[in-house]
């Protein structure tokens, strides 16, 4: 059974669209995040939700919008798609202090 | 601008012995949070925490939230090679936008 799961898996889109990507976690988890991956292969935190308190990081524009509809689902949802949106996006859940499990990952290509 | 220093910024002691790491700001935060980042994966939330002096204990952590919330600290007691990791805080400020330091990184020899 997969604990984390994401999709799509790939993702091609024009610059302007608006496009989702979903997350599930079967874990029971308490908190999920969503991270970017850039080229250089750096994991950057994005969104963290815990206990319906969403945590996000400034640095991420307000284009892209996490939505929670239950425990076990964060969907990220990303308005008017940039090139530099271009990335792999890791969906994980982690509960108290234990490891984060991720997700397989979806690789967005805007063109 | 505003800034989170975390001291130090690396860190590399026995495993058994006791550690601090700071988190401090000229600003003031509504909510602090603290995440710990293993080789290869992302930060993991470990606490948040809300209240002036408030103290948090996870096992062998304990995080203290400083009386005017503007720094914070992250203590472990006997330290285990498990505990190696980068240490991130990260603060909400009036303005609602979380402001990352830029880590601890914490080598426990074993």
């Known amino acids: 059974d997969t604990a984390v799961s994401q999709t799509p898996k790939y993702l091609v889109t024009q610059m302007g669209n608006d496009k989702s990507i979903k997350c599930e976690q079967n874990l029971g988890h308490d908190t999920m995040y969503w991270y970017k991956q850039d080229s250089k292969k750096f994991l950057k935190i994005m969104f963290s939700?815990?206990?319906?308190?969403?945590?996000i990081n400034e640095t991420v524009p307000n284009r892209f919008s996490p939505k929670s509809p239950d425990k076990a689902h964060l969907n990220l949802h990303i308005n008017s798609l940039e090139l530099g949106d271009s990335a792999v996006y890791f969906c994980?859940?982690?509960?108290?202090?234990?490891?984060?499990?991720f997700g397989p990952g979806t690789r967005l290509t805007v063109t | 601008t505003q800034l989170l220093e975390q001291s130090p910024q690396f860190l590399s002691i026995q495993e058994g012995e006791n550690l601090t790491v700071y988190c401090n700001s000229s600003s003031v935060f509504s909510s602090l949070q603290w995440y710990r980042q293993e080789p290869g994966e992302g930060p993991v939330l470990l606490v948040t925490v809300v209240t002036g002096g408030e103290v948090k204990k996870l096992k062998r952590l304990t995080f203290q939230f400083g009386d005017a919330r503007k720094d914070s600290s992250l203590h472990i007691t006997a330290a285990q090679p498990g505990d190696t990791g980068l240490y991130l805080c990260?603060?909400?400020?009036?303005?609602?936008?979380?402001?990352f330091g830029k880590g601890t990184r914490l080598h426990i020899l074993p």
């Open positions: 939700y815990n206990n319906k308190e969403l945590i």
């Open positions: 994980a859940s982690s509960q108290g202090t234990s490891r984060a499990y």
């Open positions: 990260a603060g909400r400020n009036r303005d609602d936008k979380i402001i």
